[in-house]
């Protein structure tokens, strides 16, 4: 019997030695996919391009006429934020890509691309994160206007 307890614990120091082994294994695995997704995060215009136009394709149901012509007007303005990333031209490259975009969409098309958008606006106003406070009046005097009577 105590032949047998000498015997099990280098097989049980063994089998620990096996399991730690196996668990480095794991965390530098999965330390090798971590960067290797880090590394990929990063996209080119061509890749964002795709990505909106396939988002806005499916969300618009547009045609394979306005896929391409949107594909175009996506990468032209994506190739073109990686010149200039300031803010005011930001701004303008947004107004333009959206008049652009207007131009090829039909009525119905627009209509849901603004819903998308007013949809997505408020949830970042409904996003604890992004609230304003109730006494900010910046945004809309109408809001929260004081009273100037007291009660």
Do not use: G
């Not at 990929?40 to 990505?51: G, K, Q």
């Not at 806005?56 to 032209?76: A, D, G, P, W, Y």
């Not at 005011?88 to 603004?114: C, G, H, P, S, V």
């Not at 106003?125 to 910046?138: I, S």
């Amino acid at each position: 019997m105590i032949d047998a307890i000498i015997c099990s614990v280098p097989d049980y120091m063994m089998l620990k030695k096996q399991h730690i082994y196996i668990f480095l294994l794991f965390i530098s695995i999965l330390s090798v996919r971590a960067q290797e997704f880090n590394a990929t995060t990063e996209r080119t215009p061509e890749m964002e391009a795709a990505i909106q136009t396939e988002k806005l394709r499916n969300e618009l149901s547009l045609s394979k006429e306005q896929t391409v012509r949107v594909h175009e007007i996506m990468l032209k303005y994506a190739r073109a934020r990686q010149v200039s990333n300031s803010r005011a031209e930001a701004l303008q490259r947004m107004k333009d890509k959206e008049a652009e975009l207007i131009k090829i969409l039909n009525k119905e098309q627009r209509t849901k691309l603004q819903n998308k958008r007013y949809e997505r606006s408020s949830f970042r106003q409904n996003n604890t994160y992004n609230k304003v406070p109730e006494n900010d009046l910046r945004k809309n005097n109408t809001q929260n206007p004081p009273s100037s009577e007291k009660k």
